[in-house]
């Protein structure tokens, strides 16, 4: 992992932090196991093919919170990412300017044992666990690396607020269909119990994937969803992002 020197960010910079792995517990690394095992008995049966080779690739672990740096250099070989711990939520200029240095901001904090189902912020099983194993798939990472890109180069919060919403349906709540059945790649459903068991139980309506309806569905931060979108191939989402830019900047 690169140095805080080295980074060459300027609106993320004040938000880098190291992570302090002497700082957890022995309390923390097993609720982080306990945590991981509930989430990968239900991932082994319903992640997408690229999330649980992902998953092996940059050496996870059962037993202990991931060390990042670890896991950072494993993702620069297959795929020009790094890991980069930050201090928690930022602004999405930030945020932006990360991706499309290919540096992904993750948290480090855990969650703690009475909040094991939610957190309205996302920690670092949301991270780790739900973001990190899909970026050691080449045409993911090269989408999302494409997506901040054209979002760093925007200037209106209203096209943003629109784009952000591909990424809500793609990289934090996608689905994909593959041999036959709906799977999971985003890590808002990876990480989160209660939506990949609403999407397991079909309570969740899924749609075929459009640029244009996902542009103009609303996000609900705070609810089970009732409606996502399943793409038929990762290397799709690229293209998405195109179609997006051009459909938001010709609004
Ligand atoms: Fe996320």
Redesign the pocket.
């Known amino acids: 992992m690169r140095s805080l020197e080295q980074t060459g960010l300027v609106a993320a910079k004040s938000f880098l932090i190291e992570q302090d792995y002497t700082k957890y517990t022995l309390s923390q690394h097993a609720l982080w196991s306990e945590l991981v095992a509930r989430r990968m008995a239900q991932l082994e049966q319903c992640a997408c093919r690229e999330y649980l080779e992902g998953w092996h690739a940059l050496g996870l672990e059962r037993e202990r919170i991931p060390r990042l740096a670890g896991i950072s250099e494993r993702l620069a070989r297959r795929t020009g990412w790094s890991v980069q711990p930050v201090s928690g939520f930022m602004p999405s200029r930030a945020f932006f300017e990360m991706l499309a240095a290919r540096r992904f901001p993750t948290t480090t904090w855990l969650r703690s044992r009475e909040s094991m189902d939610y957190t309205p912020e ?1 920690d670092i099983l ?2 780790a666990l ?2 990190l194993p899909m970026f050691a798939e080449q045409s993911f990472a090269d989408a999302v690396a494409e997506y901040g890109r054209v979002c760093y180069a925007m200037d209106s919060e209203e096209k943003l607020e629109r784009m952000g919403r591909l990424v809500w349906y793609t ?2 709540f996608g689905l994909i269909r593959q041999e036959g059945a709906v799977k999971v790649y985003g ?2 459903v990876a990480s989160s119990q209660a939506e990949c068991t609403n999407v397991l139980s079909g309570n969740c309506e899924i749609r075929d994937f459009s640029v244009a309806e996902v542009l103009n569905t609303t996000v609900k931060v705070d609810q089970i969803h009732t409606r996502l979108f399943a793409i038929d191939s990762i290397a799709e989402i690229l293209g998405a992002v195109h179609e997006a830019r051009e459909i938001v900047e010709g609004d």
């Open positions: 996302p949301h991270d739900g973001h990289f934090e890590s808002g």
